[in-house]
T-cell receptor, first 116, second 114 residues
Framework: GAGVSQSPSNKVTEKGKDVELRCDPI?????LYWYRQSLGQGLEFLIY????????KSGLPSDRFSAERTGGSVSTLTIQRTQQEDSAVYLC??????????????FGPGTRLTVT | AQKVTQAQTEISVVEKEDVTLDCVYE???????LFWYKQPPSGELVFLIR??????QNEISGRYSWNFQKSTSSFNFTITASQVVDSAVYFC???????????FGTGTQLKVEL
């Protein structure tokens, strides 16, 4: 079946602009995660959605970052007033259920964000 | 707090050599899960294996094998008879009950040359 998809694959934006990154999880997966991968920082957790529960936003680096998940499926990560340090690859992952059950995450190809 | 250490930043081998990627983890939890992921040059993280803390059996899948030792807090990954297609960054990751995220190691870049 189809895997996790993300769009756009690449995004170049000017400092100060807002960007939206989209993630389509695997059908039927209730858990959705966003991570950021950048040089020197490795893979950083950003946010976690599980079903209709309140999201775990503990990894969001600032209030410029927000995310939503509509209808328990598609998710959008929004970065407002982008800064150069936001340049990174943003990865989305989904799993059948949450990590507490040991369910592995399946990752999308990522969106490479470059802030100029 | 949990931590994953992959001390090997980069390994280069010649095709058909065996190679072992080390992973050492830290956690005070007794229940946890360990994972290995592969990130080829295309960038997409590919799930390889999951192991829970109560299952110390080693696992073999084709040319891949994993050695889980709780006594040394290690979960090492061996590729037998490496191939050029194995060239990738490999990440070890840990999940414990204290949050909703995977804690990743910094990754090991494996280069397999002809």
């Amino acid at each position: 079946g189809a895997g996790v998809s993300q769009s756009p694959s690449n995004k170049v934006t000017e400092k100060g602009k807002d960007v939206e990154l989209r993630c389509d999880p695997i059908s039927g997966h209730t858990a959705l995660y966003w991570y950021r991968q950048s040089l020197g920082q490795g893979l950083e957790f950003l946010i976690y959605f599980q079903g209709n529960s309140a999201p775990d936003k503990s990894g969001l680096p600032s209030d410029r970052f927000s995310a939503e998940r509509t209808g328990g499926s598609v998710s959008t990560l929004t970065i407002q007033r982008t800064q150069q340090e936001d340049s990174a690859v943003y990865l989305c992952a989904s799993s059948l259920l949450g990590l507490a059950g040991g369910y592995e995450q399946y990752f999308g190809p990522g969106t490479r964000l470059t802030v100029t | 707090a949990q931590k994953v250490t992959q001390a090997q930043t980069e390994i280069s081998v010649v095709e058909k050599e065996d190679v072992t990627l080390d992973c050492v983890y830290e956690t005070r939890d007794t229940t946890y899960y360990l994972f290995w992921y592969k990130q080829p040059p295309s960038g997409e993280l590919v799930f390889l294996i999951r192991r829970n803390s109560f299952d110390e059996q080693n696992e073999i899948s084709g040319r891949y094998s994993w050695n889980f030792q709780k006594s040394t807090s290690s979960f090492n990954f061996t590729i037998t008879a490496s191939q050029v297609v194995d060239s990738a960054v490999y990440f070890c990751a840990l999940f414990t009950g204290g949050g909703n995220k995977l804690t990743f190691g910094t990754g090991t870049q494996l280069k397999v040359e002809l």
